[in-house]
């Protein structure tokens, strides 16, 4: 009897697949005692986007996580996916934080560490591989499956053979994208049963629903372990369900062995927490079945959804989904997993939307195409390559061999926030997203959330009736603002309400707007909410007519060419940031807006100088918003 066993991903790929990896620790620990007597493999619950949504959207502490989620599981081992030289982040990352995270991660729990590399570039799994063997730690070295011409299963055989001379305890199949074919399945997994000595995982996605028999083939070839996911967490762009598999296999010589009752009782507890959240089961559109043509990969399609419905072109999707295989065969047939997917999805994407191709590169193409994330599966031809970055050289070094090591000065950089280890690691990995949330974390400690400056607005939707969610406001609004880019009150409205506040000298006023109701307050000193006291006298706001004089004729507004988070740019002089005041040069990088987590450089084309800058640094902003007024010369 070969028994299958199974791993569970429902605590990382299946809501990262499914809900934007927005379950919260707190929505995980009823159930982990539960999910630690079924008797799985092991429970992959950390890494991947897990760790960036944990700090960038949940204002949670990832080690926190992690370290509950040790607590409460005694039994079964835990597993993370880690992105080789990039771990849980988009782009590599030098040796002394590769090791570190790795140390600290096994330190707070983590057994089974799942590693690759989105070129299958084995250079780049090196460090990692070391670290986890020397710390005695499980080493689950995957390859990433795609079809190209020149992946074959022989290229996956050699490159798993490597894998196992380096060390892996254990090869995992990655396909992503749920592209691996039943029968290729069984060839694929035949094939490796041959040639390793090393247990064979398979992980694939039930996207365009060959999932199942996918599994099923792989059992009959021998595979070892297998991944799913519970029920609620299953289908869609997630892992086929561990109920059905169960099912499937009971009375078979691959028998499970797991209760399918006590699988009930916890798909039970996530289907409340998804219909608590408001999310949809896994399914299956039309759109995400053609991944058999352009092999874009579940957990990026929501993305590039997301991200063209904001760029206000939705209705452009399928030309970005034919022009992703032409940007991938021009870079080398990448497999399209993290990072490689977001590098060819946006260049995909601004193909389209410019009318030109390679028009418009972001910084992370043409680090690609210098070779900074790894050798591409195929070379590149001159003609792209040189489109696209020119003559600047290619390196051909292990690209990590190219950084600086990056702890100490991480350390420095972030003492006054870090109170452990595990933050400064969390601060290497995301310095800018790590500070707003450790500026958070320090906030709510001193229950004082937002932290306003003195003549500073606060304006917020206090209660919303509208059958949808109420639009973002800014916590923080600007006087001088000359544009909001939100829908409930416009710039005239929001000025007419300050200058009530300044006239009256009211600390705050409440209106109702439309569906929702509006709330105004004003600070003045400190973090202190005005009293009905006059309001301090001095820095008194810009008023009302002072802001409109600035903005006379020789004033050029900059708009966000795109949704994405806003990042001060730092300043050529000795300042760290541009900044109001400074003068700017044609050429000259003002801000980066990072979208579809891909940063692009912002730049004017005139020189003059800044007057405002409208966007708070970390800050979302909308299509079209203005981002900095400038004075021409
Ligand atoms: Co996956």
Redesign the pocket.
Same mark, same amino acid.
């Given at each position: 009897m070969s028994k299958i066993r199974i791993t569970d991903?429902s605590l990382r790929?299946g809501h !990262?697949?499914l809900w934007a990896t927005r379950m919260a620790t707190a929505d995980m620990l009823p159930v982990l005692e539960k999910l630690d007597n079924i008797g799985y493999h092991s429970l992959e619950i950390w890494g991947?986007a897990t760790f960036d949504v944990c700090i960038r959207y949940l204002n949670e502490d990832p080690w926190e996580r992690l370290r509950e989620i040790r607590r409460n599981i005694k039994k079964t081992k835990l597993q993370m996916?880690v992105r080789g030289q990039s771990l849980v982040g988009y782009t590599h990352y030098p040796d002394d934080i590769v090791i570190k995270f790795i140390e600290k991660a096994a330190e707070n729990g983590i057994d089974i560490f799942r590693m690759f590399d989105a070129l299958n570039d084995l250079r780049n799994l090196e460090t990692c591989m070391r670290t986890v063997k020397r710390i005695g730690k499980h080493a689950q070295a995957c390859v990433v499956y795609t079809i190209s011409p020149v992946h074959s299963v022989q290229h996956f055989v050699d490159t798993t053979l490597r894998l196992q001379d380096m060390g892996a305890d254990s090869i995992c199949v990655?396909d992503?994208a749920g592209l691996l074919a039943p029968y290729v399945s069984y060839e694929l997994i035949q094939a490796l049963k041959e040639n390793l000595d090393v247990p064979i995982q398979l992980?694939t996605?039930y996207i365009g629903g060959l999932a199942i028999a996918t599994l099923l083939k792989a059992a009959e070839a021998g595979v070892d372990i297998i991944?799913t996911a519970s029920v609620p967490m299953a289908f869609g762009s997630s !892992?086929p369900p561990v109920e059905t598999i169960v099912r499937a296999l009971q009375g078979t010589e691959w028998d499970t062995g797991l209760d399918l009752h006590e699988l009930f009782e916890i798909a039970e507890h996530f289907e409340q927490i998804r219909k608590h959240k408001g999310f949809e089961r896994g399914v299956t559109r039309i759109s995400d079945m053609k991944v058999f043509e352009h092999q874009v990969?579940g957990?990026m399609i929501s993305n590039l959804y997301s991200q063209l419905e904001e760029q206000k072109a939705s209705h452009r999707i399928n030309e970005v989904f034919a022009e992703i295989p032409r940007v991938r065969a021009d870079l080398g047939y990448a497999p399209l997993v993290t990072p490689t997917s977001q590098i060819i999805g946006i260049q995909a994407v601004l193909n389209v939307l410019l009318g030109e191709r390679y028009k418009m590169c972001p910084g992370e193409v043409k680090d690609y195409v210098r070779g900074f994330y790894g050798r591409p599966p195929v070379p590149i031809s001159d003609e792209i390559r040189q489109k696209i970055i020119g003559h600047t050289p290619v390196i051909d070094v292990r690209p990590a061999d190219l950084l600086e090591p990056l702890w100490e000065k991480a350390r420095q950089e972030s003492k006054d926030w870090a109170e452990s280890e595990e933050d400064i690691i969390t601060y290497a990995l995301f310095p800018q997203v790590a500070l707003k949330y450790f500026e958070w974390r320090k906030a709510r400690s001193a229950e004082d959330i937002p932290q306003m400056q003195p003549n500073e607005y606060e304006l917020a939707v206090v209660e919303n009736k509208a059958p949808v969610a109420p639009p973002k406001l800014k916590p923080k609004v600007r006087p001088n603002a000359a544009s909001r880019g939100d829908e409930v009150m416009n710039i005239d409205e929001i000025r007419e309400l300050m200058r009530l506040l300044d006239e009256s000298n009211i600390a705050d006023l409440e209106l109702q707007k439309n569906d929702f109701k509006i709330h105004l307050r004003k600070y003045v000193a400190g973090n202190t909410p005005a009293t009905s006291n006059p309001v301090a006298s001095a820095a008194q706001p810009l008023l009302v007519e002072q802001a409109e004089e600035i903005l006379d004729d020789n004033i050029t507004e900059i708009l966000a060419p795109m949704v994405g988070t806003f990042y001060a740019a730092p300043s050529p002089d000795a300042d760290p940031y541009v900044k109001i005041g400074d003068r700017v040069q044609p050429g000259q990088t003002l801000c980066i807006l990072e979208a579809m987590k891909l940063m692009n450089e912002i730049k004017t084309d005139f020189a003059g100088t800044i007057v405002d800058i409208l966007v708070e640094n970390a800050q979302p902003v909308e299509y079209g918003q203005t981002l900095f007024l400038i004075q021409k010369d």
């Open positions: 991903t790929d !990262q697949s991947g996916l990655k992503m992980h996605h991944d !892992q990969p957990g």
